[in-house]
């Protein structure tokens, strides 16, 4: 205990630059040719306290945001996911709002966003240890659907003791960073494939037997790594404010306008690539993470994204109309696709309700955007049945309608979010494609009230 209490102190008194790691630009060609930032590290400040689905980097924000904005402006992130934004928006002193659904996300962009000093750190380091080692006399194994299959007993019982000990501390902030640091290491620990975002058992991790050193050591790493993230963090001194709301930003009212929103969609294709929901589940249950609809835990969060919900879906649905890049790819589906085949009907559902529900999120959001003040939307496009989804074009297109015109759009190579290699695309078994290794940074500036 007295070892790693003194790595702790030890870490939390190292110094980085930080700032070394963001790019300075001698031209305004630099600027405009530098969007894929690959020789950027990304593991800077509480950028990557906690693995994510489709983290978009910080040198990415950062630009855009000291483009488009001054210091004390107030940004908005509608799908703020771990809250790469509002990070960034605190460091550049301007304030953020970041909005998401996956109570997981809301978990990690409280963490990385809350100041903690590192004498408070090191003393509730100390306070763990002292009630971990008296916790297993009133210990209550953790049980939960599937656990067994999941996890070796053993794991459980040293989670189940590490998870009560982390619900001793009676400061929310604290307990938060705790649960942040035992989160990361409950996929690496479990039978889960890490590769990737879905619930795939690996027999490989099922045949790893952990004695109680090797689990406690990964959760000492974990703090590690979070606690001196966040106390460096804390070094930050602005009056800059930070607003994290677990909400659907299909219908959220904030209370005032906003000088920029910020933001990166789903991709509408959690059944395929990106499974927020099943990426989230196993700590969820750990941790006993409920969705803001209060149907379970974020395991079922896939069914609330943008396009989880097609069976009502019309596919002459009126917003094929607002976008004639949309219009374009769907009635391209409905002349190659059968469709007396049910599953070619509902996958063009699946593809409709996602664009429905990001055409009522941009309506909802852009009525808090300041005049003649920015929409910035990352985006990738996606392939479904081999028809090609230009979701930056009908973002743009979508966005007209609610007074939006388009700037500019950028093009980046995804090189550091992590997301398959390739996923199946037409649902025929061994028949996949690769998946989107192309983003583009949409921006739109409203140019009248609607």
């Not at 640091?181 to 975002?197: E, M, P, W």
């Not at 974990?222 to 909400?247: E, P, R, Y």
Request: include cysteine.
């Amino acid at each position: 205990m007295i070892t790693r209490i003194n790595e702790l102190k030890k870490i939390l008194n190292t110094k980085i630059d930080y700032e070394k790691h963001y790019p300075k630009y001698n031209s305004a060609k630099e600027w405009l040719d530098e969007w894929d930032f690959k020789k950027c590290k990304i593991d800077i400040y509480t950028h990557k306290i906690h693995d994510y689905p489709a983290m978009f980097i910080p040198q990415l924000a950062r630009k855009i945001i000291n483009e488009l904005t001054e210091e004390e402006d107030t940004i908005l992130d509608i799908f703020s996911g771990s809250g790469t934004t509002i990070v960034e928006a605190k460091i550049l002193n301007r304030n953020g709002i970041g909005i998401d659904l996956n109570p997981l996300a809301i978990l990690i962009s409280k963490v990385k966003t809350t100041q903690i000093k590192k004498d408070v750190l090191i003393n509730s380091y100390e306070l763990f240890w002292k009630n971990y080692k008296v916790i297993d006399k009133k210990l209550k194994i953790k049980n939960f659907a599937n656990i067994d299959f999941w996890f070796n007993p053993f794991v459980i019982n040293i989670f189940s003791k590490i998870s009560t000990t982390i619900n001793k501390f009676e400061d929310e902030n604290i307990q938060n960073l705790y649960k942040v640091a035992f989160s990361s290491i409950i996929r690496k620990l479990s039978h889960c494939k890490h590769s990737g975002f879905k619930m795939h058992k690996d027999k490989k991790k099922e045949e790893i037997s952990y004695n109680e050193d090797d689990i406690l050591n990964a959760f000492h790493n974990s703090i590690l790594k979070v606690a001196k993230a966040v106390s460096d963090f804390s070094n930050i001194q602005n009056n800059s404010t930070t607003t994290i709301i677990t909400g659907d930003s299909r219908n959220y009212q904030i209370n005032k306008k906003v000088d920029l929103i910020m933001t990166s969609p789903p991709y509408g294709d959690s059944k395929t690539t990106v499974a927020y929901g099943q990426f989230s589940k196993l700590q969820s249950l750990w941790l006993e993470l409920i969705s803001e609809n209060e149907k379970g835990h974020v395991e079922n969060i896939d069914k609330e994204l943008l396009g989880g919900k097609i069976k009502f879906i019309d596919i002459e649905d009126k917003v094929i109309y607002k976008s004639q890049a949309l219009f374009q790819a769907i009635t391209t589906m409905k002349f190659t696709l059968d469709l007396k085949e049910k599953k070619n009907i509902d996958r063009i559902r699946d593809v409709l309700s996602f664009y429905i529900d990001l055409d009522n999120a941009i309506k909802q959001q852009v009525k808090f955007l300041k005049l003649n003040k920015y929409a910035v939307f990352i985006v990738a496009s996606r392939t479904v049945k081999n028809i090609q989804l230009n979701t930056d074009l009908i973002i743009a297109e979508l966005g007209k309608e609610y007074g939006l015109e388009l700037e500019s759009i950028f093009y980046r190579t995804i090189v550091n979010k992590r997301m398959p290699y390739s996923v199946s695309a037409t649902n025929i078994q061994g028949e996949t494609c690769k998946t989107m290794d192309k983003e583009s940074i949409v921006i739109l500036k409203k140019v009248k009230d609607i």
